[in-house]
DNA sequence: GGATCCTTCTTCTTCTTC
């Protein structure tokens, strides 16, 4: 087996083309014969081995099988938590009510309320009344036992490596920078200046927040008539609140817009995991909200980075919003369900 | 005044050789 894996990676075996001279019998060529160092490996049988060889090419699977790492990972890092249902699965399902993202069909698209400042609800949070869960605590309750596990292997690595203090320290920096960007944002976008002559930040701004303000210059001269900036939206029926980011027109489509920070580069929507979903949430709770006369469709996340690098901006259509909202109420779903099994076995417990 | 809330982020495979 040794050998085997030795003439599978020192390759041209199965395929034993010489690519510098064009021979097709790579072992014929004069090539080989004059190169300084002989591999051993081409007096290997290859016609004996070829079945073998092939299997291994083509199955795509390096020495280290999924179960060869999961056992691996779980000396290490404990028991993995399995999956409940398989990705297959997970597609097929279907919310049990279908609750409407768009709330009415006379979308008010007046003039006369892209006009004037900004909207700034703020989150109020009254003793009485029953508590709302957020946005934001229902993705985090309610997150894929893959996502657990990869965000737990995540943090024992960094724990490894810096420490359990030094960990506190790099995640409460990360926070840090978000917020300071984001009020850094808040700033720029809720000044009478124009966007365009604000977007490389003023004086008072942290040298820290600098960067991401390059990094997100460009997308900034693609935004105007900001609607809101850091607003509570509440779905009326559904009962959640959230905080956006920012309601404005994106290339002149009205737009739930997320500011991101991140250290790693995301080119792909792909890469911000659930942020699609938090911001399908934000629309459709803005868009059921009382308190806004007009409707959002569309979403936007922008990833900005430190070293000014210019920042990714993933839009989401109509249709992509769509979809993000029927897995957020999946999700919701999921936290009821959790909620309810929570309840009842307190319930149980003080029976 | 203290406590709590909403956010702020973090994930997706890995190894060697020419």
Redesign the pocket.
């Known amino acids: 087996m040794f050998i085997l894996k030795r003439v599978v ?3 041209g075996i199965i395929v034993p083309r010489c690519t510098s001279h064009s021979v097709r019998n790579f072992s014929a060529c004069h090539c080989l014969r004059s190169t300084k ?1 002989l591999s051993p490996y081409n007096t290997v049988d290859s016609e004996r081995y070829s079945s073998l060889v092939k299997s291994v090419m083509t199955s795509r699977t ?1 020495s ?1 099988t999924p179960e060869t ?1 999961q056992e691996e990972d779980e000396n290490i890092y404990g028991p993995v938590i399995k999956a409940q249902t398989s990705k297959s699965r997970q597609d097929e399902r279907v919310p049990k009510i279908l609750h409407q993202f768009l709330q009415s069909e006379e979308t008010m698209e007046a003039e006369e309320l892209e006009s004037g400042p900004p909207v700034q609800i703020p ?1 109020k ?1 009254d003793k009485g009344s029953p ?7 229902i ?2 309750q309610t ?2 036992p ?6 737990e ?3 024992k690595r960094m724990i490894a490596e810096l420490g359990e203090d030094g960990f506190k320290e790099y ?1 409460q920096n ?6 300071l ?2 009020s850094a944002l808040e700033g720029i976008l809720t000044s009478g200046v124009t966007i365009k002559d604000k977007s490389s930040g003023t004086a008072e701004d942290p040298a820290e927040v600098q960067g991401y303000l390059e990094s997100i210059s460009h997308i900034l001269d693609d935004i105007g008539a900001v609607r809101a900036i850091e607003s ?2 509440q779905h009326d029926t559904l009962n ?6 920012c309601v404005a027109r994106y290339r002149g489509v009205l737009c739930v817009i ?7 580069p ?1 080119p ?1 929507l ?6 699609p979903v ?1 911001v399908a949430a ?1 629309a459709g709770a803005l868009n059921s909200d009382g308190n806004y006369k007009y409707q959002v469709e569309n979403g936007l996340i922008v ?2 980075y430190k070293d000014g690098t210019p920042a990714h901006a993933h839009q989401l259509s109509a249709e992509l919003m769509l979809q993000y909202w029927k897995t957020w109420l999946l999700r919701l779903e999921d936290f009821a369900e959790q909620r309810s099994s929570h309840t009842s076995s307190v319930y149980a417990k003080n029976k």
Do not use: C, M
Request: aromatic content about 16%; proline content about 2%; hydrophobic content about 35%.
């Open positions: 990676s020192g390759g160092r390096s280290q790492l989150l949070r508590f709302i869960p957020s946005v934001t605590r993705l985090q997150l894929s893959e996502q657990i596990f990869y965000l292997r995540w943090k995640t990360l926070f840090r920078q978000g917020k960007f984001h509570t939206v959640y609140v959230g905080i956006v980011d997320d500011w991101k920070t991140s250290d790693k995301k792909f792909s890469n911000t995991y659930d942020n938090q934000y990833v900005a």
